[in-house]
């Protein structure tokens, strides 16, 4: 079992930055990837960005020279640097982890509320 906190929601004006944070505990040898994920009022969840355990990254178009996801050296922490923030960057983040095989562990999520 893994559990997963995340922290560093708020508001924040458009321009602004925020930097989130997810603590995995538990069985955390086991995990391979991380991943960010939101989902907007309304909407479907969509992924952020994601770190392979190996420090492979991808993120969505959207956020691609905005948002930067990184990992601790123990592997258990992982953060997403979010830089010129959109109001369409408003939702509900959630921190993902999947296990080697292939379990999905979610935190319960961290809100972020952009304002025009």
């Known amino acids: 079992q893994v559990q997963l906190v995340e922290s560093g929601g708020g508001l924040v004006q458009a321009g602004g930055t925020l930097r989130l944070s997810c603590v995995a505990s538990g069985s955390i040898d086991s995990i391979g990837t991380m991943g960010w994920y939101r989902q907007a009022p309304g909407k479907q969840r969509e992924l952020v960005a994601t770190?392979?355990?190996?420090?492979?990254?991808n993120y969505a178009d959207s956020v691609k020279d905005r948002f930067s996801i990184s990992r601790n050296s123990a592997g258990n922490t992982v953060y997403l640097q979010m830089n010129s923030l959109k109001p369409e960057d408003t939702g509900v983040y959630y921190c993902k982890a999947r296990n080697v095989w292939a379990m999905d562990y979610w935190g319960k999520g961290t809100l972020v509320t952009v304002s025009s």
């Open positions: 770190i392979s355990s190996g420090g492979s990254t």
